[in-house]
């Protein structure tokens, strides 16, 4: 080989010679050869891939400066190669040439036209890289220059010296030819570091710096400066976050996942259904045989078939969906992205190995005094590049493993999104929602956790493969000690993580039903606070916290044995692999070599073993997410062919023999229904409560499953549902739900739905916005909102599920008349029209009684009347007084004179003899109800009214104090403040803390002590070269290197146990702080604050309390003592490294500080962010039926959409930040790791080899641990941030103490006198007064009605009484004492409320009626006798244990009204308010909740806030 190459050359190839004296060189002919073809082979590798750039169709980009610029350098190039052929030539050929000399050697004809050929393939590769996309400079280009140069700097210096030793130049052209060629390599390879930007890439890279970084600035994250300055002159805000790239975006992610899931659960979907089929072949075959079996056999096996059928039922469940497609998915969606990661994880891994084997080579370099220094200052070098090239693998690595973590929570969140918006009912009841937003939340970003690591998956053997490959051929077979401990603690490992996973499962389960119960809490935090039910309530949450607190703290001892195990493993491997190569024979003696290069195999080894267990349970956290996410993800969808859309039929909705449930297997809600509606027609719906009313509607939205029959509507469908939803937005965007504007027809449909008042009662009219669940709107406004959106889609047809219910009278009268009634803006649009007003009646064209789920009459109003079926008795029941006259009332609305059509009593309607439509807008008009009663007050109660009261001019707008009701989420900004982590510290207990920090910093110096005695040791092989090794002092070696081992492993369990403990106790405190706090807080907090905020208080940010802080603290000190004792150790070989140490400390703490500024404002952004997903979240799922409805599943999507970007926004420059910092703190690393080889080399003379490799092994360390340690100090203030916001929901303002020293008497109010004195109260300070100075007198046991528009304040009054709101002036007596004297339960405790939306909790029915369980059974027995549940409740399987479902979606609308009435009946107090207690109630339930009212209330005052008159008819004013 050396002889063909020798000739080819034309000088010798290789001689050692070369390199065996002071000032070593290369010769010639490898210069030429060799260092020549590197570069150009790396070039034509790379240039297939660049090539097929050029096939496709070119891309219009223009022609740059610097383009112009490479291709003239590259131009040049390929002149100088020409120009040196045509020298050669010119020299053997010429006519100058001497035929009989000899020829020049071949090498200078072939490297000429290499050179040429590669130059014009490098002008074909930058034209490549001009035309593809968005790209502004070439990697491989880059690289290829870098190593040309370097490669020809040998050739430069040897010509050079050359010419300096002989003092002449040999070769006077090639040496021309060559400097000027290396001097274009370098313009070329500066050249090819600059970014060649497109005006188009400039326009992108304003907002994302990304798109225009080179190649250099990719593999350094410099392009990330700009976003770390700016984090560090000022906290950052979302305003400053970057655009997403196209291929990061959620749309993008989303539409590719969703292509490849929908395949893949095809093919799930089909396996399930073969499994399906086999085991129901089994299971006839077993059935066949045992038919033939004589009886007493057959009755001992039932007793065992009814064993195994329950286990049996119970697997099955388990397997009814299809299982094990989701992975397979997201490998296919992310296969690049995987592969690429792969390949840097590989090359990184095997760049590891490099280090130990120069720190050999080292070692021996400072044993062997002969060597020359070259070589000393070659490895420190080598050791510098190794470390520099695994930087840059590793970072690119994680990288690419943290965005597709990202990216694979972005799909699965919009995944789990989307399959809300079709799931099926059946699916729906499965989980709750707070459990499908825990889908999103928990488990999407536990799959994000686990990609991050899933390379390690085949890493992991490969590490621990080549180190036991490596200390091999160091040690020997003695290194199989070391692997069986090893092996040995693999399934210790396993069982500790099969335990935990226990744990964690039983774990998940509490925090489950806790926050099921905190969601309860919030949802119905308005009536907690009516009942003075708060604590019973606190205590449901802090036993199932205490429960969940007993398993963290087996959890944490569990893991504390873990770290027992791995803290001891290194020097349990070591100690056996040592103690066993030393035993083994005399001849074994351990030197340094021998000791430091197994010592750094061994903490190579460490990494992949401390994974693998880690690895293994997080993976096993994952399938349980996994199986959580594959039951949603492949649950049935709704039938979306329940109802079909068919032009051709004649009627525009028709209902052909249809039979409907709720779910699969439950009765038939609907049975037997046919129905023909024709177009224009208004269709009335009546029926008793639980007929199938609302279930009617819900089939002919599709909503219900059907079992036999069709569905057929023709057109567009609006829907309003019975309980109005409201989105979190303005109140146009609610109106207008995603259609344009056009002005007029919004104006009138404003006008029509009577919300012109309203919006000059709104601080900013329509873009006042409205908050979570509309809670600033009153029942009546939200209704109207709901029936405004409607009106405007302007759809073909109508379903309006009793909207007239939660509005008043004459508004009532106003909607039907101007919008749902013959003459309303809907006249030509076909209404269904569920109601239980009687008096609407006589204006439809068809009624339709239902009557169990069974249609059992259809025909007009009279054609019904006159049948006198169950239509005639729906109405004797109702209304008397208006069938009297209902015929009258035909008779004179034939003429279309709507002018006794009135609900009203005539005596009670203020200008009854005006014409109607200014009854109307009068009534409506009239700013503030008070004066509605100032007519018909009597003489004892005055009733002051100012005149003034805030009538707002309409040119007023603009954005007012007051008009947005959410204020932006508080973020804290800066450094966190060290009061919060001396607070941490504080709960936590003092005694913990030190006493562990204690117990780390023992252990810390155990293991340096262990490291300097195995230097120590490592010179007795100097000492003992030619003699034999003393065996007592091999075994004193031995003990005490294995007594400091375990000394480790001791002191670490320890310490550990005792953090684990406090951060317990810590848990404890600021759960109960919070929980306590949030109950106490006023409810003006709970209107102003979204509900999912103070979810994340209570999810996210105690789960980072529980879970990440003590992890992060844990490691926080072991990597402080860690790099301490490192820097020492190093010190303490080299003295001079102390110059260097000072320097760097500086420049690691402005890296870390400018790191951590910008990392943790981005955390913050981040959870801030994440609030409005779940938010949005929570309100589609609860808005379900009417986005469906309406179609608009796809713009919910897109909003869904943008909102996760808002938030990948601040998580990519996050996973970014850590990147950037990691490149700068390794680079540090890398310099520690150089310099202490450096000074090893310079001070060689007086070194021991010992502590050579001492210092080296442990600066090669130090890269980790200073990463570690950064990475900690910024998690540990990004997770401290948790305590900060939990601490910032325990400090808020509380309400007035619960219970003062001030107490009532035990029978207080015993006669119930109600007194206002000139009451005035205002919602916050900021805004006007809601009711302006009252003063009334109310005496025991009156009855009073109270009246007024929507918005006039008749709530206020009651929340007044109740003291939600505080007095600004007056005050309130009761039978003599001023409330606001009392505590806040003996007020609230004394009276009763019936309240507006009846809201239940989950839980047994017992629970929601009794939560302190001060009543017996009989009581709550004979309350709901009186309350007409009796009946309903004995049905039930369960009776008071009945569990009642979140929300109460179990029970009617109706049902849970008469609860709360049940609740009232218990309470047996003497003041009863009913706040517009039955708006939702059909007329039936309202008579039974009336007639009870009447009857036992009779002793009591009672006051009434009501809509329909009827119900404040009989009241005494």
Not at 1189 to 1211: C, M, P, W
Request: hydrophobic share 40%; glycine share 6%; aromatic share 10%.
């Amino acid at each position: 080989m050396s002889a063909a190459l020798e000739e080819y050359c034309g000088s010798i190839f290789w001689n050692a010679s070369y390199l065996q004296r002071p000032d070593p060189d290369l010769p010639i002919c490898v210069e030429r050869t060799v260092l020549v073809w590197l570069p150009l082979a790396f070039l034509w590798l790379c240039a297939p891939w660049h090539f097929t750039n050029l096939c496709k169709k070119p891309t219009k980009a223009p022609l740059s400066k610097l383009y112009i610029s490479k291709q003239v350098v590259s131009g040049l190039l390929f002149l100088t190669a020409i120009a040196e052929l045509a020298l050669t030539l010119g020299e053997d050929y010429g006519p100058s040439s001497d035929s009989t000399a000899q020829k020049n050697p071949v090498v200078l004809y072939t490297n000429p036209v290499l050179f040429a050929v590669s130059w014009l393939v490098v002008m074909l590769y930058q034209e490549s890289v001009r035309r593809r996309l968005k790209s502004v400079d070439s990697g491989s280009l880059f690289v290829f220059w870098l190593l040309q140069v370097v490669c020809a700097v040998f050739q430069f210096q040897t010509l050079l010296r050359d010419a300096l030793n002989k003092e002449e130049i040999a070769d006077v052209p090639r040496f021309c030819l060559f400097y000027i060629g290396y001097g274009l390599q370098l313009i070329a390879f500066v050249l090819s570091a600059i970014a060649d930007v497109s005006p188009e890439i400039e326009r992108i890279s304003k907002k994302n710096p990304e798109a225009k970084a080179t190649f250099l600035s990719r593999i350094t994250f410099n392009w990330f400066n700009s976003m770390v300055m700016k984090g560090f002159k000022r906290p950052l805000v979302q305003e400053d976050m970057w655009d997403l790239s196209e291929k990061d975006s959620t749309q993008t992610i989303c539409q590719e996942f969703q292509d490849i899931m929908a395949n893949e659960l095809k093919k799930a979907r089909s396996n399930l259904q073969k499994k399906q089929n086999k085991q129901k072949a089994k299971d006839d075959h077993q059935s066949g045989l045992a038919k033939g079996v004589s009886q007493d056999v057959l009755v001992m096996e039932e007793t065992g078939k009814k064993k195994e059928k329950k286990k049996k039922t119970k697997k099955d469940s388990e397997l009814e969906y299809p299982n094990s497609w989701l992975v397979s998915t997201i490998a296919k969606t992310f296969k690049w992205v995987l592969l690429e990661s792969a390949f840097y994880k590989l090359i990184q891994d095997l760049l590891a190995f490099a280090s130990p084997q120069i720190l050999k080579l080292m070692i021996s370099f400072t044993q062997d005094k002969t060597s020359y220094a070259w070589n000393g200052y070659l490895y420190a070098v080598l050791l510098l590049l190794v470390a520099f090239l695994q930087s840059v693998f590793l970072q690119q690595y994680f990288q690419q493993c943290f965005a597709l973590g990202m990216k694979v929570r972005t799909a699965l969140m919009a995944a789990v999104y989307k399959k809300a918006l079709v799931v099926s009912n059946d699916s729906r009841k499965e989980s709750t929602a707070g459990e499908i937003v825990n889908l999103m939340s928990a488990d999407a970003q536990r799959f994000n956790d686990v990609t991050n690591f899933i390379h390690l998956l085949w890493s992991c053997p490969l590490q621990i493969a080549l180190s036991i490959a490596f200390l091999w051929i160091e040690l020997g077979p003695s290194v199989l000690a070391g692997l069986l401990v090893m092996v040995l603690m693999v399934p210790i490992n396993g069982w500790l993580a099969t335990k935990s996973r226990g744990f964690q499962m039983q774990n998940m389960k509490f925090k489950d039903s806790r926050m099921k119960i905190v969601n309860d809490i919030l949802n119905g935090i308005k009536v907690l606070k009516y009942y003075a039910w708060e604590s019973s309530f606190e205590s449901q949450v802090q036993d199932i916290r205490e429960k969940e607190l007993k398993v963290m703290r087996k959890f944490a001892y569990l893991s504390s044995v873990s770290t027992f195990i791995f803290s001891c493993a290194p020097a349990i491997v070591s100690l056996a692999t040592f103690a066993v190569f030393v035993s083994v024979s005399p001849n074994n003696i351990l030197d340094a070599e021998k000791a430091f290069t197994s010592i750094s195999l061994f903490n190579i080894l460490r990494f992949p073993l401390a994974m693998l267990p880690q690895l293994i349970s997080i993976m096993v956290q994952t399938t349980v997410s996994k199986k959580r996410l594959e039951k949603f993800l492949s649950g049935n969808d709704l039938d979306t062919m329940a109802v079909t859309h068919d032009d051709s039929h004649r009627a525009a909705v028709s209902i052909t023999d249809g039979t409907y449930t709720w779910e699969r297997d439950t009765e038939p809600v609907l049975k037997n229904v046919s129905l023909d509606i024709n177009r224009g027609r208004l269709v009335a719906v009546v029926g008793a409560v639980g007929s199938g009313k609302t279930s009617l509607i819900s089939a002919l939205l599709g909503e219900l499953h059907s079992l036999k029959g069709r569905i057929n509507i023709k057109g567009s469908i609006a829907y309003v549902p019975q309980q109005a939803w409201i989105q979190n937005a303005t109140l146009m965007d609610n109106i207008l739900f995603g259609s344009n504007l056009d002005e007029e027809r919004y104006q009138s449909v404003v006008k029509a739905c009577a919300l012109g008042p309203d919006l000059d009662l709104l601080p900013g009219r329509d873009q006042t916005e409205i908050g979570e669940k509309g809670i600033n709107l009153s029942g009546g406004q939200k209704q109207r909102v709901s029936l405004a959106r409607a009106v405007y889609s302007s759809s073909d047809v109508y379903l309006l599920d009793d909207p007239l219910s939660a509005v008043d009278s004459h508004v009532g009268k106003h909607l039907f008349e101007r919008v749902i009634g013959p003459k309303g803006l809907l006249k030509d649009k076909t209404r269904i029209l569920v109601t239980h007003g009687v008096s609407f009646l006589p204006y439809v064209d068809e009624i339709v009684v239902l009557v169990n789920g069974v249609v059992s009459e259809v025909g007009s109003y009279d054609g019904l009347r006159a049948s006198k079926g169950a239509f005639s008795e729906f109405l004797e029941t109702y209304a008397k007084e208006e069938s009297n006259n209902a015929n009258a009332k035909k008779a004179s609305a034939q003429g279309s004179d709507y002018e006794q059509f009135d609900m009203l009593p005539e005596d009670l309607e203020p200008q009854a003899d005006a014409s109607p439509e200014d009854i109307v807008s009068n009534t409506l008009k009239r700013e503030n109800s008070l004066r509605h009663s100032q007519r018909h007050s009597k003489q004892n109660g005055s009733v002051k009214v100012r005149k003034n009261s805030s009538v707002r001019s309409k040119k007023d707008s603009g954005d007012k104090k007051g008009q947005r009701l959410i204020e932006k989420e508080a973020m804290e900004t800066g450094r966190v403040k060290f009061s919060v982590y001396l607070q941490y510290l504080r709960s936590m207990g003092w005694c913990y803390v030190s006493w562990s920090f204690v117990f780390y910093f023992i252990q810390n110096v155990a293991v340096i002590g262990q490291s300097l005695w195995l230097s120590d040791w490592t010179e007795d092989s100097v000492e003992y070269l030619n003699t034999t090794y003393p065996t007592h002092i091999r075994d004193m070696r031995i003990g005490v290197f294995g007594a400091l081992g375990l000394a480790q492993g001791f002191l670490v369990f320890f310490g550990t146990i005792l953090i684990a403990d406090g951060s317990i106790s810590a848990s404890r405190t600021l759960h109960t702080n919070l929980l306590s706090n949030i109950l106490k807080v006023p409810m003006m907090f709970f209107d102003t604050t979204p509900s999912g905020r103070i979810v994340n208080r209570f999810a996210k940010d105690i789960f980072t309390v529980d879970e990440m802080i003590p992890m992060s603290f844990r490691s926080w000190i072991l990597c402080l003592l860690g790099v301490l004792g490192t820097l020492f150790v190093i010190c303490l070989a080299t003295p001079i490294f102390t110059a260097v140490v000072v320097p760097m400390a500086f420049i690691y703490y402005f890296v870390q500080r400018f790191y951590v500024a910008t990392s943790r404002q981005l955390r913050r952004l981040d959870s801030v962010s994440r609030s409005p997903i779940y938010s949005h979240f929570g309100e589609t799922v609860s808005g379900l039926s009417v986005i469906r409805a309406y179609g608009h599943q796809q713009r919910f999507l897109k909003q869904n959409e943008d909102t996760i970007d808002q938030n990948l926004k601040s998580v990519y420059p996050w996973i970014v930040s850590n990147r950037w910092l990691a490149m700068r703190l390794e680079s540090l690393g890398n310099l520690v790791v150089f310099f202490a080889a450096l000074f090893a080399v310079i001070s060689r003379d007086t070194l021991e080899s010992g502590l050579v490799g001492l210092s080296v092994s442990y600066a090669l360390n130090v890269t980790q641990t200073l990463n570690w340690l950064v990475r900690m100090t910024s998690e540990l203030e990004t997770n401290i941030v948790a305590v900060e916001r939990v601490r910032e929901y325990s400090e808020i303002k509380n309400e007035a103490a619960w219970i003062t020293s001030n107490r009532p008497p035990d029978d207080w109010p015993s006669t119930g006198n109600i007194r206002f004195e000139d009451y005035k109260v205002r919602y916050r300070p900021e805004l006007e007064l809601v009711l302006h100075g009252v003063t009334c007198d109310i005496n025991s046991t009156e009855k009073i009605g109270i009246v007024g528009r929507t918005g006039a304040g008749k709530s206020s009054l009651t929340n007044c009484l109740f003291r939600m709101v505080e007095a600004s002036e007056g005050r309130i007596l009761i039978d003599g004492i001023d409330i606001s004297t009392l505590g806040l339960h003996d007020v609230r405790g004394r009276l009763t409320i019936i309240p507006q939306d009846p809201v239940l909790f989950s839980g047994p029915l017992r629970m929601n009626l009794d939560p302190f369980e001060t009543f017996s059974d009989e009581e709550i027995w004979n309350a709901l006798e009186l309350a007409h549940l009796k009946d309903y409740v004995g049905g039930l399987p369960t009776g008071l244990q009945h569990e009642v479902s979140e929300g109460g979606e179990n029970l009617s609308v109706g049902q849970r009204q008469l609860l709360c009435l049940a609740r009232a009946l218990l309470r047996k107090s003497r003041i009863l308010i009913l706040d517009e207690a039955t708006a939702a109630v059909d007329l039936e339930t309202d008579d039974l909740i009336q007639t009870t009212i009447r009857k036992e209330f009779s002793h009591c005052t009672v006051l009434t806030i009501a809509h329909r008159l009827n119900t404040i008819l009989d009241s005494s004013r």
